[in-house]
């Protein structure tokens, strides 16, 4: 069955850091997330991706988040200049245009240190 | 603004007990969305369900059942007969966004814990 499939699972990176977070969203997907879950809490949207571009982000979704789809099946995440609060899971997620659930990948953990 | 309440923190049964899961929505959009996803100890979410806002059956999988209550924007999840692999982390979501496109954007509610022993 197809799914979505993220690395690194675990990630540690010193405070100030770039760490670029990627995923492999299911092949005939148009739409793709971001989520994060800081440890024993919710599930929060990042921000969604279509066509190309941004189609919509959460005001966690500062200036030093980026995404991009560099080829036809990588989406990445980038925190530019990680901080001690971007300790994370991070949900990478894809859905179809005729299917209605998001599938989610297994989660990349950052640690900032 | 949409929201998902878990009033559930944490529950604990004893395994072939049966527990339900409560999740309360809020949303003024007519036609919604609404989700299930396990999150097991290894951390990844698992689907498990969706529920559009025009089907109010309620639905059976095995030892999963949920009931959707729009009077009362509610939709519970019921374990019959718990084992201990039941043991994780459930969250109820509620999409924003357009089926009919495929665009999905998750509220999720904080989450119940279910510890289910031998």
């Known amino acids: 069955e197809p799914e979505v499939t993220q690395t690194p699972s675990h990630q540690v990176t010193q405070m100030g850091q770039e760490v670029i977070l990627r995923c492999v969203p299911i092949?005939?997907?148009?739409?793709f997330y971001w989520y994060r879950q800081i440890l024993g809490q919710k599930v929060e949207f990042l921000v969604s991706f279509y066509n190309n571009e941004i189609s919509e982000k959460s005001e966690i979704f500062d200036d030093q988040f980026s995404v991009e789809r560099p080829d036809g099946s990588n989406f990445t995440l980038k925190i530019r200049s990680t901080k001690l609060e971007d300790s994370a899971m991070y949900f990478c997620?894809?859905?179809?245009?005729?299917?209605?659930?998001?599938?989610f990948g297994q989660g990349t953990r950052l640690t900032v240190v | 603004a949409q929201k998902v309440t878990q009033a559930q923190t944490e529950i604990s049964v004893v395994e072939k007990e049966d527990v339900t899961l409560d999740c309360v929505y809020e949303t003024r959009d007519t036609t919604y969305y609404l989700f299930w996803y396990k999150q097991p100890p290894s951390g990844e979410l698992v689907f498990l369900i969706r529920?559009?806002?025009?089907?109010?059956q309620n639905e059976i999988s095995g030892r999963y059942s949920w009931n959707f209550q729009k009077s009362t924007s509610s939709f519970n999840f019921t374990i019959t007969a718990s084992q201990v692999v039941d043991s994780a982390v459930y969250f109820c979501?509620?999409?924003?966004?357009?089926?009919?496109?495929?665009?999905?954007?998750?509220?999720f509610g904080t989450g119940t814990r279910l510890l289910v022993s031998p």
């Open positions: 997620a894809s859905s179809a245009r005729d299917r209605g659930e998001a599938f």
């Open positions: 979501a509620l999409s924003e966004g357009d089926m009919n496109t495929g665009f999905q954007k998750l509220v």
């Open positions: 529920r559009n806002s025009f089907d109010e």
């Open positions: 092949s005939n997907h148009l739409y």
